[in-house]
T-cell receptor, first 110, second 110 residues
Framework: TQLLEQSPQFLSIQEGENLTVYCNSS?????LQWYRQEPGEGPVLLVT?????EVKKLKRLTFQFGDARKDSSLHITAAQPGDTGLYLC??????????FGGGTRLMVKP | DAGITQSPRHKVTETGTPVTLRCHQT?????MYWYRQDPGHGLRLIHY???????DKGEVSDGYSVSRSKTEDFLLTLESATSSQTSVYFC?????????FGPGTRLTVT
């Protein structure tokens, strides 16, 4: 069974601060996906990283896939209240199956 | 947004009654999935389908059955609902690479 550990579970910061969310596993994944989920809605795909060492940027969000494809990080620069939500990482294994981390609940206070 | 709808969006039912949740897609994607999301457990896979009439069990399939008679529809049935099945249920679709989620169904079993 593949497991993904996500940290921290909760994060409460002030507007303008930077933060990093980590997603770690002992298993290798063919790709890793990051989702953001708001209350009462389904997860929305932010990015997919495929290659070991890959870095993708989405405005103020930077996603990195570890060289060994076992871990990933999400860095947010100058967080804004609109970034508030639940961030989920998911590793893709055999048969297009996703293994989800437990999520990081982020609150950005104005 | 990917064309995924779920119905109903909210349901309250009594223990022992059958319940069917519907997922409908307009994207013609081959793969469809049912997940449940619970506090402390993240998203867990219940069943999935890799084509019409082709389905398989996920991590938490006990007490659930599925059917897929058309590409666009994937039904999840709780034959005899129990309080432990109170949860938020999400459907997802995939082109074989990335998964896209529906808005969810909040089910309460009293």
């Amino acid at each position: 069974t593949q497991l993904l550990e996500q940290s921290p579970q909760f994060l409460s910061i002030q507007e303008g601060e930077n933060l990093t969310v980590y997603c770690n596993s002992s298993s290798v994944f063919s790709s890793l996906q990051w989702y953001r989920q708001e209350p009462g809605e389904g997860p929305v795909l932010l990015v997919t990283v495929v290659t070991g060492g890959e870095v993708k940027k989405l405005k103020r969000l930077t996603f990195q896939f570890g060289d060994a494809r076992k871990d990933s990080s999400l860095h947010i620069t100058a967080a804004q209240p609109g970034d508030t939500g639940l961030y989920l990482c998911a590793g893709q294994g055999a048969g297009n199956m996703l293994t989800f981390g437990g999520g990081t609940r982020l609150m950005v206070k104005p | 947004d990917a064309g995924i709808t779920q119905s109903p969006r909210h349901k309250v039912t009594e223990t022992g009654t059958p319940v069917t949740l519907r997922c409908h897609q307009t994207e013609n994607h081959r793969y469809m999935y049912w997940y449940r999301q619970d506090p402390g457990h993240g998203l867990r896979l219940i069943h999935y389908s890799y084509g019409v009439k082709d389905t398989d069990k996920g991590e938490v399939s006990d007490g659930y059955s599925v059917s897929r008679s058309k590409t666009e529809d994937f039904l999840l049935t709780l034959e005899s609902a129990t309080s432990s099945q109170t949860s938020v249920y999400f459907c997802a679709i995939s082109n074989g690479y990335e998964q896209y989620f529906g808005p969810g169904t909040r089910l309460t079993v009293t």
